[in-house]
């Protein structure tokens, strides 16, 4: 597509996000809030998934583990520091990624895959039924951390408008940082390892660590999205770091299509949408998401953000033939 109508699609996307909830109801914007903390969350698999060709299915770790660190950080009868709780999550979930990809990414493949699903549910049961996680029900963040700067609040995320425009604010600021790590010589080489891993070696790249480096960055980001989740339901459970949710962010990746940061995002949003219409309709609504995915893959190459450019470009070939 034609970057300056992929920019002004991404600046109207982007204004409907800001002037949603003076038309939806409370219950819709916390679903928009919902799909844009996704969509961040895709876009940190994306960058292995799509940008250096690496297939995880334990992503889900790292945006549980950010969750956690929140709960544990909250007291109970008082709110955390912001300023403390948002770092501490993403220091965390970025330190998992990095010991957990120094042992992953010595394999490749379908061991790759295999061992990142082990090493997401080794942490899984650290605290699935565990005091340290609450046991199966989890743990519940009763106040929302508080941002007060010696006095000064910047922000109120008690305030579900407020907690709203900063997850989009978060969504906007994660999607241009990647935005100019990718067009870096950092991107660049991740792109490269990608393409041919070997040739890259013999170019005198050292690929495994930039494959650390992007390991890390993509749980790092991962957290900034399980921080914002815990903030955005009050609670943490042990399911926010199954297999089911790995599964989950990796079947939005695909269905807004791979190696396409805006189409993450839109992956996010048409699964939560997908999902919530597929449930009102049945309790097995997996089995229709799951003919959805196989038929993003099969007819729909590129996923859904390539289907404006797909319609464009067989518009103008029928102008010209017209």
Known sequence: MNPRIALVLKLAALVGLIVFPSFGSSFYTEMVAKMLILGIFAMSLDLLVGFTGLVSLGHAAYFGIAAYTVALLTP???????????????????????VIGLFVLRTKGIYFIMVTLAFAQMVYFIFHDTALGGGSDGIYVNFKPD?????????????????????????VAVFVFLTLVLRSPFGKVLVGIRSNEHRMQSLGYATFRYKLAAFTLAGGLAGVAGFLYAVLFGFVTPEY????????????????????????????????GLQEMFADWTKHWQLLMGGVIVAAVLFMPGGLSALPGRVLKKLNQESKHG
């Open 147 to 171: 941002a007060t700067i010696a006095g000064w609040q910047p922000f109120n995320l008690d305030e579900p408008l407020q907690l709203y425009y900063f997850v989009v604010a978060a969504l």
């Open 76 to 98: 109970k009868y008082d709110p955390a520091n912001f300023w403390i709780a948002l770092p501490a999550a993403v220091l965390a979930a970025a330190a998992a990624a990095f």
């Open 241 to 272: 770091l199954s297999w089911h949710q790995s599964g989950n962010v990796l079947m939005m990746v695909i269905l807004g299509g791979m190696g396409n940061l805006a189409g993450a995002v839109i992956g996010a949003f048409a699964f939560i």
